[in-house]
């Protein structure tokens, strides 16, 4: 019997290995994302979770701070069991770590920028890959920035959200979560032909050539159809994948901060991302999740749900060859 099936409680820091789920009591122990090994030293790690608790960018309610807290603590039920329907144990495939949050200094917010820029580079260099838990949805800016300085190439973008976030803002000090993809889009951080927008239920007068698959569209055509049409856009061009909670439903995701009604199901959502199995992701966020908003963690459970089942496309696509 190996060193971890004797582990009973608080595995995410006892056990040695990235490797392998395991079964603790899901209302006690140290919680890390889903139990996994939780540490700073990324050896070895192929996919870093990372959490970014910071909501001074929101433009209407905040508390998206608690969101890597909240994600983590409703992934303890997700843990309990292989995931479903992909019936396999994803860390025994991929070496994954939960390497704890992003320090901010938000007493000085022109530091945040560079901050979360930092943070990135530092798992980058190490050759994982990252799935970070925000925090609004300013921090996808700075990611972006991070992981394009290191493909050397504009990235194809797949943006899940009720807003485009392409609302115009230049200036170069600003904390806003609704112009980082204009910024994106501006700085050549994103292939606008090769990027496409899932769930979009709010107008803007300049959408920036970026594809739009609306609510009302996914709602008509179903998921399968909107599956397909992510993998016309996208091919085979590396992408990076940002989930902002509220492209669900606020009866699906009331915990966030700028609600609008008419989203996506989290069966929807669920269903769009199991068939991105074609897409070569190469970094992940999930923002916007404001647990003093949530009811009985419904907000959260979604997120973490959506995080596990990310980790499971990279997982497959590894036993697959392909990553």
Known sequence: MSDDDQIRIDGAIARKTPYGMLREPTFSGMLSFMRCNFRKDLTGAELVISGIPLDLAVSYRSGARFGPLGIRQASAEVASLKPYPWGFDPFEHLAVIDS???????????TIHGAIVDHARHILASGA???????????????????????????????FDAHCDTWPDDSLASLNHGSMFYKA?????????????????????????????????????????????????????????????????????????????????????????????????????????????????????????????LICLLAKRKADGLL
């Open 185 to 309: 889009v501006r700085e050549g951080l994103i292939d606008v032909k090769r990027s496409v927008q899932i769930g979009i239920r709010t107008w803007n007068d300049d959408f920036m050539g970026i594809n739009i698959l609306d609510a009302d569209r996914i709602h008509r055509q179903g998921t399968d159809a909107v599956v397909a049409e992510i993998e016309r856009i996208v091919g085979t061009q590396p992408a990076y994948l940002t989930f902002d909670i509220d492209c669900l439903d606020p009866a699906y995701a009331p915990g966030t901060g700028t609600p609008v009604c008419g989203g996506l199901s989290t069966a929807q959502a669920l269903a769009i991302i199991r068939g991105l199995t074609a897409i070569n992701l190469i970094g992940m966020d999930i923002v916007e999740v404001s647990p003093p908003y949530d009811h009985s963690q419904i907000t959260a459970l979604a997120a973490a749900h959506i995080a596990c089942d």
């Open 129 to 159: 890959r990252m799935l970070t838990f925000g925090g609004d949805h300013s921090i996808s800016y700075p990611l972006l920035q991070a992981h394009v300085e290191k493909t050397g190439a504009p990235l194809s973008l797949i943006h």
């Open 100 to 110: 704890g949050d992003c320090f901010l200094d938000v007493h000085n917010p022109l």
